[in-house]
Nanobody
């Protein structure tokens, strides 16, 4: 069963940047479509960005992050990266990655530990 490990979160000021990383030890992530999701305090999980599997490779972004976030595969490291720029307090939350159906923002399996992102002055 795929189990994901997220890293790279932290505290950043508005306008700053963070780069998140998603790994699944023992699995080749290029075989899967992988999504980044986040959960803000008191809210449901929401899809943030998604990338199709290695052959398809399309990228998807929530309207709220378009132009600011970039998802990519690092095949050498076997990770999915999420570069987050121009962060705002509304981006605060716990970020998770998961196998996904990108077109519907559907995620498979249970959530991992996630990585906390705090955007605050």
């Amino acid at each position: 069963q795929l189990q994901f490990v997220e890293s790279g979160g932290g505290l950043v000021e508005p306008g700053g940047s963070l780069r998140l990383s998603c790994a699944a030890p023992g699995f080749t992530l290029s075989y899967y479509a992988i999504g980044w999701f986040r959960q803000a305090p008191g809210k449901e999980h929401e899809g943030v960005s998604c990338i199709g599997d290695g052959k398809e490779g399309s990228t998807y972004y929530a309207d709220s992050v378009k132009g600011r976030f970039t998802i990519s595969r690092d095949t050498a490291k076997n990770t999915i990266e999420l570069q987050m720029d121009s962060l705002t307090p509304e981006d605060t939350g716990v970020y998770y990655c998961a196998a996904a159906i990108c077109s519907s923002w559907y995620s498979f399996g249970s959530w991992g530990q996630g990585t906390q992102v705090n955007v605050s002055a």
